[in-house]
């Protein structure tokens, strides 16, 4: 089956820190450009982050560039975010999701994790 | 960056009716390559994440009901759900993936009448 597990939230301190990770299963990471979506309690989806399949292009979004760190292994089938900084208003489920993979400029998400909640509070 | 806004925010249809929801981008997601329109609509249901319903604005995803279809080009776009099911219930997102950031529509709640 292919699916996308993710891990590594909690509650955290503003200001502090914390590793999401997301991993694939039932398909090859290694082909495909993954990203990070997120979305906040009652709102709408916001899009985080991209990273390529050999990681040479990376894109953030400008409410967590400079914070936010998203990095892949391919050899594990893995992808992640490291979050410092960390604010209130990045209380969120984060998601990762699969772009597709056909051609042209871009895909649309075809696959998507459950989410792992986390939440930035003091 | 590209603004995608979503109309109406939400609505009310009868079992069987025809939703229709809008979506329009602030610059044309058109990909004059292969003449598709960088567009997609996704269905999120309360707890779940969302699922992938229509690529290059009007191709539908694998195993999607026919009642769910996608029109428009350029800048305007629209996700009909022909006869309205109980099941249908759900928030639905357009998003453009011509460019980063891969900004989303604010969604719309489409319910029960």
């Known amino acids: 089956e292919v699916q996308l597990v993710e891990s590594g939230g909690g509650l955290v301190k503003p200001g502090g820190s914390l590793r999401l990770s997301c991993a694939a299963s039932?398909?090859?990471?290694?082909?495909?450009?993954m990203h990070w979506v997120r979305q906040a309690p009652g709102k709408g989806l916001e899009w985080v982050s991209s990273i390529s399949t050999s990681s040479s292009y990376i894109s953030y979004a400008d409410s967590v560039k400079g914070r936010f760190t998203v990095s892949r292994d391919n050899a594990r089938n893995s992808l992640y975010l490291d979050m410092n900084s960390l604010r209130a208003e990045d209380t969120a489920v984060y998601s990762c999701?699969?772009?597709?993979?056909?051609?042209?400029?871009?895909?649309?998400?075809?696959?998507w994790g459950q989410g792992t909640r986390v939440s930035v509070s003091s | 960056d590209i603004v995608m806004t979503q109309s109406p925010d939400s609505l009310a249809v009868s079992l069987g009716e025809r939703a229709t929801v809008n979506c329009r981008s602030s610059q044309s997601v058109l990909y004059r390559s292969n003449s598709k329109n960088c567009l997609a609509w996704y269905q999120q249901k309360a707890g779940q994440p969302p699922k992938l319903l229509i690529y290059?604005?009007?191709t539908r995803e694998s195993g999607v009901p026919d009642r769910f279809s996608g029109s428009g080009s350029g800048t305007d776009f629209t996700l009909t759900i022909s006869s309205l099911q109980a099941e249908d219930v759900a928030v639905y997102y357009c998003q453009q993936y011509y460019t980063d950031p891969r900004s989303f529509g604010q969604g719309t709640k489409v319910e029960i009448k």
């Open positions: 290059w604005a009007s």
């Open positions: 039932g398909f090859t990471l290694s082909i495909y450009t």
């Open positions: 999701a699969r772009e597709g993979s056909r051609p042209g400029v871009g895909d649309a998400f075809d696959i």
